[in-house]
């Protein structure tokens, strides 16, 4: 694929780790393709980050159009870039594509472009344990029309944002409350893909929640409201007498590159993990006999997120003292030591960037 590469001439700096935050400061270019109807995608070109140009009528307005995906790259100690497993986000992107009807990209093509933008901007990578450089492709529909149909004209677009350390004062527990009124997806629907949808939706359990004193919810199924799906954004693991149990992807559920990878370690590690469904009652009565060694959350962000406390029905559950467990300390410490690169890679999960950029 030939990317037109225009450098910006105001080049910006990388602040220090301590002012990252997360998603608040972008590096000095983005990658854009447009796609056409009859044409397809074209056009292929990185340009200095700046706003995007769209008609009111624009169906992501109107209709929802959107999809995206969320990786890093991460600075190893010998100042080398490297992304986790970047082919499956790629590879998911496609399956939301697909089901948002928007068109879908060529998995080399999307893959050389996040490349192609890291390698050039890999001087915003930060250095700091624990920071990293967010990558966002995000496809959205453009038609300049209030029409409902599949998108005829599209933008797949890439921006980066280097960010600082999920857990800056420690790998601290969260509380979380089973939510027993909104419900986040149902089989059939979009709960299996990433849209903005799906994560504007969840805002107001998410909200109700942080008011009673919790840090985020976790989801029941949306039919029987009785099975356990996810919490908050992320995907779920419970240790329970032994087994590690994780509710099993049957349409409703993002199927996360983090559990994913948290499911082969633990298998390598000879650890019994299942993946089926899991009640509400099941977690229940586990937290009450103690058999509920350890519950946390997995995702890009966080990597590994201790759950501390279950909040049910006006009962608070404290699961493992209160503390990260460890299981979950294990994978955490593994899978950040792989994505820095302290430790060997034996899955073939990194993806190294040339140390030819800007």
Same mark, same amino acid.
């Given at each position: ?5 225009? +450098? ?9 780790? @301590? +002012?990252?935050?997360? #998603?608040?400061?972008?590096?000095? *270019?983005?990658?854009?393709? @447009? ?6 995608? *074209?056009?292929? +070109? ?9 008609? !009111?009528?624009?169906? &992501?307005? *109107?209709?929802? /159009? ?14 080398? &870039? ?9 590879? +998911? ?32 990578? !930060? ?11 995000? &496809? ?18 890439? =921006? ?32 299996? =893909? ?6 504007? /939706? ?45 509710? /099993? ?22 650890? !019994?993990?299942?993946?089926?469904? =899991?009640?509400?009652?099941?977690? =229940? ?11 946390? #959350? ?15 029905? %006006?009962?608070?559950?404290?699961? *493992? ?19 820095? #690169? ?5 899955? %073939? ?10």
């Amino acid at each position: 694929m030939e990317i037109k590469v225009t +450098r910006t001439a105001a080049p910006g700096a990388l602040p220090p780790a @301590d +002012r990252l935050g997360f #998603g608040e400061i972008f590096t000095d *270019h983005m990658f854009v393709m @447009d796609y056409d109807a009859g044409i397809g995608w *074209h056009d292929a +070109r990185i340009v200095p980050f700046a706003p995007i140009s769209l008609s !009111p009528a624009a169906s &992501v307005f *109107h209709y929802g /159009a959107e999809v995206f995906e969320g990786l890093k790259a991460y600075r190893c100690a010998d100042g080398g &870039v490297q992304l986790f497993r970047p082919a499956e986000n790629v590879a +998911r992107l496609n399956t939301s594509c697909e089901r948002i009807g928007l068109p879908q990209l060529d998995p080399d093509e999307a893959l050389e472009a996040i490349l192609r933008l890291v390698e050039l901007d890999q001087r915003w990578v !930060p250095n700091e344990r624990g920071t990293s450089l967010y990558i966002r492709p995000f &496809v959205f529909a453009v038609d300049p029309n209030l029409s409902v149909h599949g998108a005829q004209k599209a933008m797949f677009v890439i =921006i980066l944002s280097p960010s600082g350390s999920y857990y800056s004062g420690g790998l601290a527990p969260v509380r979380i409350l089973l939510e027993t009124e909104d419900v986040r997806a149902v089989r059939g629907g979009t709960g299996y =893909i990433k849209c903005g949808g799906n994560y504007a /939706a969840s805002n107001r359990a998410g909200d109700r929640a942080m008011q009673s004193g919790y840090d985020q919810v976790l989801w029941l199924d949306g039919v029987e409201r009785r099975y356990i799906e996810e919490v908050g954004a992320m995907n779920v693991m419970f240790q329970i007498d032994g087994t590690v149990v994780t509710p /099993a992807l049957l349409g409703s559920i993002l199927p996360g590159i983090t559990r994913k990878s948290c499911i082969e370690l633990l298998r390598r590690w000879g650890v !019994p993990v299942e993946e089926r469904l =899991i009640s509400v009652d099941e977690l =229940i009565d586990a937290a009450q006999s103690g058999k509920l060694e350890e519950a946390w #959350g997995t995702g890009t962000a966080a990597v590994i997120s201790p759950i501390g406390v279950l909040g049910y029905r %006006g009962e608070d559950y404290t699961v *493992h003292g209160g503390k990260i467990g460890p299981t979950a300390q294990r994978l955490y410490d593994e899978m950040t030591a792989i994505q820095w #690169g302290e430790k060997p890679d034996p899955c %073939g999960w990194i993806c190294p960037i040339p140390r030819n950029g800007a």
